[in-house]
């Protein structure tokens, strides 16, 4: 995979996790909130670990300097963001491809602590009032707040945005905060939100950690327009020097108003992020080689393994430096277009998976470097294992009747082959359920019941693919399956995507490290009729709908997990994807030239927000910032 979408270590005193300990050990969700003014951050269950007078986190060096640049392209974006190409710089519509970190030019109400789970902490916001029945908070804004023109940052201009946002925002925002009701400013520092009460106990983390736009400065253009136009924020970067499609470059601003706050010392340490767009994966490690990339995560077995020989690597200019994966729930696979009638039948999906030989591929092409996945909530607790525990249980026993005898077995996992790349029994177990399914032979190809051939096209935007899928689409042939490999431009292959345009396409996401709101945008019936949801394969089911409902009265980790496992058998017995695999490490080359505090937090890892220039390491090697 090219990448991942993202939908983010630390010492803890030992007061601080006592005092957390004794203060919210066996209370419900928001119940240590409930009915409390002045609050400096939330969490889900209301474990945070900075007190109100906290000078950093602890993940950041607060003396890090500030200055020089990165050079990188982007392992990870977020909406309409592409990592191959722009053509607009608003990031936060359906419409058009915008550049990675286009956010880094906006402020939001609070901001997380990437060594929690859930926690957020006052930007914006410098406190939060939660009423009695948890669906009315009211965010009391820092007077000092500015944009980068000098005007006030009021209230009025964070309702706008929250409610445009919910009018007008990409699906993945505005499905999320669909509960709220309202967002209105009460005075110019005080603007209250209010749920409906059927949000999730996330939903209010999600609201508070969008961006804040100028009201006005929309006042005179359209919120969802396609523009290149620099837009007005307040946060910690402005739009520098761009070149469509090509390169876009991000200028610390010097006179940013939160600069010194606790929640951003020790960040933001770069005059300059560059991030630079190639199609394709050679040019891009090329770039690297040459030192105009200076950062780079690598996505690429077979070249992390080969091809990191060159003369920088071996003089010691340019580091390979691995990194702990993190401790998020987390996707990859090939997912079907459900929609299309080809597809309908889940074992159709399932016997053109069999085709796929992870081990051959795993040997062969990734030299050993990756585990086969299994769930949608892999590396993770959320994730189903074995047969159904006595809480996941209970939540599917209702629905019996209406579920595969699977669900209540052994959690669902692609079966092993014998690493020949070409397994018989393998094979004739798919060609078997095609058979169930409907499938006959005409003499060379399988064909329905009106002789329709069964097709498969994989949509791609990198060339890459065609080293792993070649041998899946040749294995498909031999069971009668007429597979292909279609590659576009990533602008077309994000069209294509958000349309639902496609028989079946490769994609990673990230989940939050609390996924109460995940299994909505993955699975549910609404997000599946939703063009540019994360719903890609179209999965509708009502019991998965009727499970989702219920994380909204989620009260505890362990009725977290047992909802998330439930949902996860559910749909991992509906076969509407094909499995990855997934690393426990990132994997990244850098020319000598930064710093960093270790270890790195546990929930994100954003080297060019918290990562510094180094001037010594810089000189010693000959290269300028």
Known sequence: MTGRRTAGLTRRTALQVAGAGIAFAGLPPWAWAKGKTGLHGLSVFGDLKYPADFEHFDYLNPDAPKGGRMNFQAPNWFFNQSPQTFNTLNGFVLRGDAPPRIELVFDTLMVRATDEPDAIYGLVAETVDVSDDGNVFTFHLRPEARFHDGTPLTANDVAFSLNILKELGHPNISQPISPMASAEAIDQQTVVVTLDGTQTHFTILTIAGLPVFSADYYADQPFDAST???????????????????????????????????????????????????????????????????????????????????????????????????????????????????????????????????????RNLFYGAYARSASFFEKSGYAAKGPPAEGELALLEPYRDQLPDAVFGEAYVPPASDGSGRDRSMLRRAS??????????????????????????????????????????????????????????????????????????????????????????????????????????????????????????????????????????VVRNQHPWIPNWFSTDHRVAHWDIFGWQDPKPDYFFAPETTWWFDRDKAAAIGKAG
């Open 432 to 569: 078997d359920l095609l058979t169930e399914a409907g499938w006959q032979h005409d003499g060379n190809w399988l064909v329905d019941s009106a002789g329709e051939r069964l097709t498969v096209e994989f949509l791609t935007r990198a060339a890459v693919f065609e080293r792993v899928l070649s041998p899946f689409v040749e294995n498909l042939r031999r069971i009668g399956v007429q597979g292909s490999i279609r590659q576009v431009d990533p602008a077309q292959f994000q069209a294509r995507t958000d349309e639902f345009d496609f028989d079946v396409i490769g994609t990673a996401l990230s989940l939050s490290a609390t996924p109460l709101d995940g299994p909505r945008l993955l699975f549910s019936s609404e997000a599946a009729g939703k063009p540019g949801s994360y719903n890609w394969s179209g999965v509708s089911s009502p019991v998965v709908d009727e499970l989702i409902v219920k994380l909204q009265s989620v009260e505890s980790q362990e009725e977290l997990r047992a909802l998330t496992r439930a949902i996860d058998r």
């Open 228 to 362: 290149l136009e620099p837009p007005l924020g307040s946060g910690p970067y402005t739009v520098g020097r761009l070149s469509a499609g090509r390169f876009i470059e991000y200028d610390r601003a010097a006179d940013y108003w939160a600069a010194d706050l606790p929640v951003n010392v020790g960040q933001f340490n770069f005059d300059a992020i560059r991030i630079d767009f190639y199609k394709e994966r050679q040019a891009a490690f090329e770039a690297f080689k040459k030192g105009d990339t200076t950062y780079r995560e690598e996505f690429t077995s077979k070249t992390w393994a080969l091809e990191y020989n060159f003369p920088a690597v071996t003089d010691g200019r340019v580091k390979k430096s691995l990194f702990p994966t993190e401790k998020r729930p987390s996707l990859q696979g090939w997912f079907f277009n459900t929609r299309r009638r080809k597809f309908a039948d889940p074992r159709t999906r399932q016997g053109i998976g069999l085709a796929f030989d992870f081990e051959w591929t795993n």
